[in-house]
């Protein structure tokens, strides 16, 4: 008896939940197609609804379009799409990009949308988060390939490189000038923002263009400490034009490089290679052979006054080769040859404050100098010439001159050797004086042409003749200390007698 008085409960509870289902969902079914067919009548789209920026909340589709079409004709009239950059503006005719619209799909979709944002599918989707933009785009293609081609000749006039950050240098006062950042356009990202701009706000004729900064290395704040000059020579140039020429591109790759605590400078890596392709022209190699390399004239002279004043501002010079042969420009000992990696001029920086370099020619005068933070007690070169190394005499048979007549085919120069001292003072003001290089230039030998000789004349000049002298293209690797004295290089021994004057006979 309890069991069918409990199944009847049961079976009555679950027709009561049957019930209730059916009835609540056909309310909801009714309210939806009521709430449906009312929005159908009244408006068909929902209240919130945009395209492209355009409202048409409240509207059937025949009263959308129309809105839509007559604001697309507001922006035909305007004719442009105005791509700003800061303060300036690249007009793009619209029918150069070919723009269309597609209306009839866009609303389409802002009918699918009204839809899920209304009735009970719209609370059940708001109530769980879901609900979707009521800000839809308004479906538009246009030409890319064109547009791309006008965004890359606008990137043409806007694309720059980043400056560092400059100095003004007036005598010994120097003021550091802002840094100016790089532009490079985005063409890609530019087009996205177009065509987003397009179809979110077709009203708005104005699009930013996309481009990246880049922002230099060497900015006002990082030079700020930079306030006086350390050092500074200046060497007179050989009115010679080419000369001239490359001093000045030497010079003008030299100036405004920073060098930063604890790096190292190269000579050849800022200004060389000393070729056509840099921007130095080729000049003449003087008989007497005081440019070794053509193409280098006038940049080494711009090595040369950097070396001088980088030792006495009392950076760490650490390699500097001297030339073959004395530079009438510049004093014995002074000079700095550079070739390649292989011979370069290289210093650094060991203070904790970067170094500003200047060089500038003016007026045939080359002047390159120094600026830091702190300036210390400026170093004093000297000069001791140690020793000098006398020319030899190379004659040589001329069988178009008479017996013993002699002609002079080149008048020699004394080679010599000598040794630089860097005297300047510490933190204490102590002064130091220390071996900044020890060099050796090579002698430019005698060459005599004489007549024809007798052969007893000839057995005797033979016999005189011993150790021919060294090939005159030679480098100046005799003797030499081409590097600094703390430089590996071993140095070499001075021939004896170097007063002594031989005579070769060729014959």
């Given at each position: 008896?309890?069991?069918?008085?409990?199944?009847?409960?049961?079976?009555?509870?679950?027709?009561?939940?049957?019930?209730q289902?059916?009835?609540?969902?056909?309310?909801?079914?009714?309210?939806?197609?009521?709430?449906?067919?009312?929005?159908q009548?009244?408006?068909?789209?929902?209240?919130?609804?945009?395209?492209?920026?355009?409202?048409?909340?409240?509207?059937?589709?025949?009263?959308?379009?129309?809105?839509?079409?007559?604001?697309?004709?507001?922006?035909?009239?305007k004719?442009?799409?105005?791509?700003?950059?800061?303060?300036?503006?690249?007009?793009?005719?619209?029918k150069?990009?070919?723009?269309?619209?597609?209306?009839?799909?866009?609303?389409?979709?802002?009918?699918?949308?009204?839809?899920?944002?209304?009735?009970?599918?719209?609370?059940?989707?708001?109530?769980?988060?879901?609900?979707?933009?009521?800000?839809?785009?308004?479906?538009?293609?246009?030409?890319?390939?064109?547009?791309?081609a006008?965004?890359?000749?606008?990137?043409?006039?806007?694309?720059?490189?980043?400056e560092?950050?400059?100095?003004?240098?007036?005598?010994?006062?120097?003021?550091?000038?802002?840094?100016?950042?790089?532009?490079?356009?985005?063409?890609?990202?530019?087009?996205s923002?177009?065509?987003?701009?397009?179809q979110?706000?077709?009203?708005?004729?104005?699009v930013?263009?996309?481009?990246?900064?880049d922002?230099?290395?060497?900015?006002?704040?990082?030079?700020?400490?930079?306030?006086?000059?350390?050092?500074d020579?200046s060497?007179?140039?050989a009115?010679?034009?080419?000369?001239?020429?490359?001093?000045?591109q030497?010079?003008?790759?030299?100036?405004?490089?920073?060098?930063?605590?604890?790096?190292?400078?190269?000579?050849?890596?800022?200004?060389?290679?000393f070729?056509?392709?840099?921007?130095?022209?080729?000049?003449?190699?003087?008989?007497?052979?005081?440019?070794?390399?053509?193409?280098?004239?006038?940049?080494?002279?711009?090595?040369?006054?950097?070396?001088?004043?980088?030792?006495?501002s009392?950076?760490?010079?650490?390699?500097?080769?001297?030339?073959?042969?004395?530079?009438?420009?510049?004093?014995?000992?002074?000079?700095?040859?550079v070739?390649?990696?292989?011979?370069?001029?290289?210093?650094?920086?060991?203070?904790?404050?970067?170094?500003?370099?200047?060089?500038?020619?003016?007026?045939t005068?080359?002047?390159?100098?120094?600026?830091?933070?702190?300036?210390?007690?400026?170093?004093?070169?000297?000069?001791?010439?140690?020793?000098?190394?006398?020319p030899?005499?190379?004659?040589?048979?001329?069988?178009?001159l008479?017996?013993?007549?002699?002609?002079?085919?080149?008048?020699?120069?004394?080679?010599?050797?000598?040794?630089?001292?860097?005297?300047?003072?510490?933190?204490?003001?102590?002064?130091?004086?220390?071996?900044?290089?020890?060099?050796?230039?090579?002698?430019?030998?005698?060459?005599?042409?004489?007549?024809?000789?007798?052969?007893?004349?000839?057995?005797?000049?033979?016999?005189?003749?011993?150790?021919?002298?060294?090939?005159?293209?030679?480098?100046?690797?005799?003797?030499?200390?081409?590097?600094?004295?703390?430089?590996t290089?071993?140095?070499?021994?001075?021939?004896s007698?170097?007063?002594k004057?031989?005579n070769?006979?060729?014959?």
């Amino acid at each position: 008896m309890l069991q069918r008085i409990s199944r009847t409960q049961f079976l009555s509870v679950l027709l009561l939940m049957i019930i209730q289902t059916v009835v609540i969902s056909g309310t909801a079914l009714y309210l939806s197609g009521a709430l449906k067919e009312r929005t159908q009548q009244k408006s068909m789209y929902q209240q919130t609804v945009t395209v492209g920026g355009i409202s048409v909340g409240g509207l059937n589709t025949e009263e959308a379009e129309a809105k839509i079409e007559k604001v697309l004709g507001e922006v035909q009239k305007k004719g442009t799409l105005q791509i700003m950059m800061e303060k300036q503006s690249f007009p793009i005719p619209l029918k150069d990009i070919q723009i269309k619209y597609n209306v009839p799909s866009s609303l389409r979709e802002a009918q699918r949308t009204s839809e899920e944002l209304t009735g009970v599918w719209g609370m059940w989707k708001k109530w769980r988060g879901t609900s979707p933009s009521p800000y839809l785009p308004l479906y538009v293609t246009f030409n890319e390939e064109k547009l791309t081609a006008i965004i890359n000749e606008i990137a043409r006039n806007v694309n720059r490189p980043a400056e560092p950050a400059r100095a003004r240098v007036s005598g010994t006062s120097i003021s550091i000038l802002p840094e100016k950042a790089g532009y490079v356009v985005d063409i890609p990202g530019t087009i996205s923002a177009i065509r987003e701009q397009l179809q979110e706000e077709v009203q708005i004729s104005r699009v930013s263009l996309v481009v990246e900064k880049d922002i230099p290395q060497i900015t006002k704040e990082s030079l700020k400490d930079i306030k006086v000059m350390l050092a500074d020579y200046s060497t007179p140039i050989a009115s010679t034009p080419n000369r001239l020429f490359n001093a000045e591109q030497a010079a003008k790759l030299l100036n405004g490089v920073v060098l930063l605590p604890s790096q190292t400078f190269s000579f050849f890596e800022k200004v060389g290679p000393f070729t056509e392709a840099k921007g130095y022209i080729s000049t003449s190699v003087q008989n007497d052979e005081d440019a070794q390399d053509g193409v280098m004239g006038g940049a080494i002279q711009v090595a040369s006054t950097l070396y001088i004043a980088a030792a006495k501002s009392g950076l760490s010079i650490i390699e500097r080769h001297n030339n073959v042969r004395p530079i009438a420009s510049i004093p014995l000992g002074y000079d700095a040859f550079v070739r390649d990696k292989e011979l370069d001029l290289r210093f650094v920086n060991r203070s904790k404050q970067p170094v500003y370099i200047y060089a500038e020619v003016k007026d045939t005068q080359l002047r390159v100098a120094l600026f830091g933070a702190k300036a210390i007690a400026n170093g004093s070169i000297e000069v001791k010439e140690e020793n000098k190394i006398a020319p030899e005499t190379i004659v040589r048979s001329d069988k178009s001159l008479g017996p013993g007549q002699e002609k002079i085919i080149r008048r020699g120069k004394e080679g010599v050797r000598v040794k630089v001292f860097l005297t300047h003072s510490n933190e204490e003001g102590v002064p130091k004086r220390e071996l900044l290089s020890d060099d050796y230039y090579k002698p430019l030998h005698n060459i005599v042409a004489f007549g024809p000789i007798p052969e007893n004349m000839k057995n005797k000049a033979q016999q005189q003749t011993t150790n021919p002298p060294e090939s005159e293209s030679s480098v100046a690797s005799e003797p030499s200390q081409d590097k600094a004295p703390n430089s590996t290089d071993k140095q070499q021994e001075q021939p004896s007698n170097p007063q002594k004057k031989r005579n070769v006979y060729i014959f």
